[in-house]
Every structure is written in structure tokens, then in C-alpha cells.
């Protein structure tokens, strides 16, 4: 008889009491992030993981509804995907977690994401009816301003 594994998937709307699943995307390359925030009580998904190495050929509107589906929220260096894909955001409601500058090495993020885990995890307790919820952490800060998507497409 095969044992029951318990998955990091996730399926449906999180319950407050259940800790956040992260999506990490292809932006910050496969280990170190992960090294990183796995330690630090992080539950993260990598886009490698999920999708293997043809990873590449998934576009990011599958990436966005598949985090809808599965209740993730999207770690990304893409700062133009919440403007590109802004009605895909909105469909799937996803919070999505951007760094502003794709350019710094996980060894620079890596602390930022860390050090901004209590207020990430508060704004997911105060977000409402899952709507949509952008978070953007900036390099010369660790303070996250959140705010909602717009209308985009």
C-alpha cells in the first residue's frame, strides 16, 4: 500500500491558519534564494520544481493561473508582469511579491525577503475576499508597500 505524502501543493483559497506557499520564479535562478529562505520558515515552490528543466517554455499566464489554483503567491523579479499580465493577476488572485531590481544577486535579496517575512505574512491576514495584493520590495529598503492591481489589459 502507497503512504500518503503529505504534497506542498496546495489546492483551493489558503486558510488563515495555514502558512503561505511562495512560487518562486525562474528570475531567481534555481538554489541560493531557495537556500535561503527555506531556513528562515519559508514554504517555497520553485519554478524548476514545478515545471522541470522545459520550465522555459511555460509562459507566465500559465505561471499566474496556476498559482491561482494552487494558492500560491508569486515571487518574482519581473516587475513589468504585474503591468503586462494585470487582468490575469486580477482573474487568479494571487498576491505577487516583486523585487525592484532583478539586477541584485540572491545573496542581496535573500535578507531583504527574509527580514520583511512578519509584514508579508500580516498584509496576507488583512487581504480581503483573496483580492488581488502586490507587494513590492525595493533595494534600498526592506519596507514593502503594498497595493492593488490595476486595470492592465
Not at 20 to 48: A, N
Not at 110 to 139: C, M, T, V, W, Y
Request: glycine share 8%; aromatic share 6%.
Amino acid at each position: 500500500m502507497k503512504s500518503k505524502k503529505r504534497s506542498r501543493t496546495t489546492i483551493g483559497k489558503r486558510r488563515l491558519d495555514e502558512p503561505p506557499v511562495f512560487f518562486l520564479d525562474r528570475t531567481f535562478g534555481k538554489t541560493k534564494l531557495v537556500e535561503m529562505l527555506r531556513p528562515s520558515d519559508f514554504t517555497i515552490v520553485t519554478h524548476y520544481e514545478e515545471y522541470g528543466d522545459e520550465g522555459h517554455n511555460v509562459g507566465d499566464p500559465a505561471i499566474i493561473h496556476d498559482c491561482g489554483i494552487k494558492n500560491r503567491i508569486l515571487l518574482t523579479g519581473d516587475k513589468d508582469l504585474v503591468h503586462t499580465y494585470a487582468r490575469e493577476i486580477r482573474e487568479a488572485q494571487i498576491a505577487v511579491f516583486i523585487t525592484t531590481d532583478n539586477m541584485e544577486s540572491p545573496e542581496k535579496w535573500g535578507p531583504r525577503i527574509i527580514a520583511a517575512r512578519s509584514d508579508i505574512l500580516r498584509e496576507l491576514k488583512r487581504r480581503k475576499n483573496h483580492s488581488p495584493l502586490l507587494f513590492q520590495a525595493k533595494a534600498e529598503s526592506l519596507t514593502l508597500g503594498s497595493m492593488k492591481i490595476g486595470n492592465g489589459k
